[in-house]
């Protein structure tokens, strides 16, 4: 018996000695820990500390087999000083709802069903700092959440959503940041639903299937993300959207628009990835001064998508630059360099592009793939250079003599001998210099009717027009050489 009761002393000692030892406390909370409206924390013995009911800090580690921690105060920070709040694949880590300036950081959540939720009317949040991980969605803001900021947290392993923003009417999610996340092994990395004027800026999103989706959200900013090993940025009916400066590589497709208009596709590195740049069914929108290299399939690809411009891309290394398909009309592409690729650009039943001051120089010079739909590929002085021409250029005005003939319906008419770089190298010679300045001043005070009238000089504002704007143009980049 004295055997037995020692055993038992020594047992409890020793459990105390550990516990205190690694300053574990856990609690399992079959329960939730609240912090009350009033600021009370409830169960009073969880570990949370708090001296001025607006900071409070986690002092153990937190194992509930229901939601974590439940916040129905305003104004008030969470700070899980590095412990954490462990579930068992159900409920909620950390729960808010009509709740202002709520933040949360520090926090290691893991296990549940949702990470941190913030739902309706929650203006404000802050979610900072926090590891995020092995839930079925890591972050989710809904209905009504202003103005709130998801930054620097580490949101891996999460079944589904890395980071959620969702909402079943308009408006929706708005004016939210989320920036500099590292988001890892989801389903999908971040996803908009019905969610508009976000900004999703800075996050490091890798290894998840999807990247980023947007459905039926407009207005949002993407961008400076480095995206990589998903698939890229998808859209769906979404529109005016800013997709600028991120960094697209090893993904299965770079960026897709799908039913999405009126978006600004810009300054992009879009390399290594299956397709470079997807349109389906996709109309007015800029796609502009993106590097578009080395995707194995398409870099640039348009289904059923009109009224669209590309324009000063770098389209370089792909199977396919550009490709318009399905009744692709009425798309802009000039000023792109379409070089190194298997196909420069290809055609299927899509007429009435204009296709104009780009740079055309192809693996074995299959620069045009074309099936008789016509198509517009000059703007009647000046067309595209072909690194195949082989017609001379007896004036010295840049243009070919002898025009370019694709098929009978497809001929550009005013060929460049060298490039297209900048619009003051009036005699696409690869130079600003003294011959440039002597086409406009030959020129000068001419408009379209006149008998001296050179369209190569019109080079500014007012077009119509070649005056002193015309030379100021030309003089300010005199002495600049292609490349
Ligand atoms: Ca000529
Ligand atoms: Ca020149
Ligand atoms: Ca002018």
């Known amino acids: ?26 609690v399992r909370a079959s329960g939730t820990i609240y912090i009350r409206t009033d600021g009370s924390i409830d169960p009073a013995d969880a570990p949370i500390s708090t001296f001025d009911n607006v900071t409070y800090v986690l002092t153990g580690n937190i194992t509930s087999d229901a939601g974590g921690i439940v916040v129905q105060r305003s104004n008030i920070i969470v700070d899980g000083n590095g412990y954490t709040l462990q579930g068992t694949g159900s409920g909620i880590g950390i729960y808010w709802s009509v709740r202002k300036n709520v933040t949360i950081r520090n926090t290691n959540i893991k296990d549940f069903f949702e990470g941190i939720r913030k739902d309706y009317q929650s203006a404000d949040a802050r979610i900072v700092g926090n590891n995020v991980t092995n839930n079925k969605c890591g972050v989710a803001l809904s ?23 969702d909402c079943v009417s308009v408006p929706t999610a708005s004016g939210n940041n989320i920036t500099n996340n590292d988001i890892t092994n989801s389903d999908f990395g971040i996803w908009l639903d019905w969610s508009s004027s976000n900004s999703i800026s800075g996050n490091n999103i890798t290894d998840n299937q999807d990247g980023i989706i947007l459905a039926y959200s407009d207005h949002n900013s993407i961008s400076g993300n480095h995206i ?25 497709y770079g960026i897709d628009l799908d039913y999405s208009n009126y978006s600004i596709v810009s300054g992009n590195s879009i390399t ?14 800029i796609i502009s001064g993106n590097n578009i290299t080395n995707n194995s399939n398409y870099g640039v690809a348009l289904f059923s998508s009109s009224d669209n411009s590309v324009s000063e891309n770098d389209i370089e290394s792909n199977s396919f630059g550009v490709f318009l398909y399905y009744s ?13 690729n298997s196909y420069g650009i290809e055609f299927c039943q899509s007429s009435d592009n204009t296709i104009c001051h780009n740079s055309f120089d192809n693996v074995r010079q299959t620069n045009v793939i074309i099936d008789q739909y016509p198509n517009i590929w000059d703007n009647g002085c000046e067309g595209n250079y072909w690194s195949d021409y082989t017609g001379t250029d007896s004036d010295g005005d840049g243009v070919g003599d002898m025009p370019y003939v694709i098929d009978r319906y497809n001929v550009d008419n005013c060929p460049l001998i060298n490039r297209y770089w900048i619009p003051a190298d009036v005699n696409n010679d690869l130079i600003v210099n003294i011959l440039d300045v002597v086409k406009i001043t030959g020129a000068y005070g001419a ?25 100021v143009l030309c003089t300010s980049h005199y002495g600049q050489e292609w490349p």
């Open 143 to 165: 209905s009504f959440t202003y103005y709130s900021s998801i930054s620097g947290n580490n949101i891996e392993a999460n079944v589904w959503y890395g980071i959620w923003l």
């Open 447 to 471: 408009t379209p009717l006149s008998p001296h009238w050179n369209p190569h000089a019109d080079i500014a504002k007012p077009f119509g027009k070649i005056d002193i704007f015309d030379i």
């Open 272 to 285: 290594n990835n299956s397709d470079g740049l997807e349109l389906n069914c996709s109309s007015s929108n």
């Open 228 to 252: 990589t090993n998903n698939y890229g940025i998808g859209l769906y009916c979404s529109n005016y959207n800013s997709i600028n400066g991120n960094n697209i590589t090893n993904d299965y």
């Open 328 to 340: 692709s009309t009425y798309n802009a592409i000039s000023g792109n360099t379409i070089a190194d």
């Open 1 to 26: 018996m004295k055997n037995i009761v020692s055993a038992f002393l020594v047992t409890v000692i020793l459990v105390g000695t550990l516990v205190m030892a690694f300053d574990v406390r856990p």
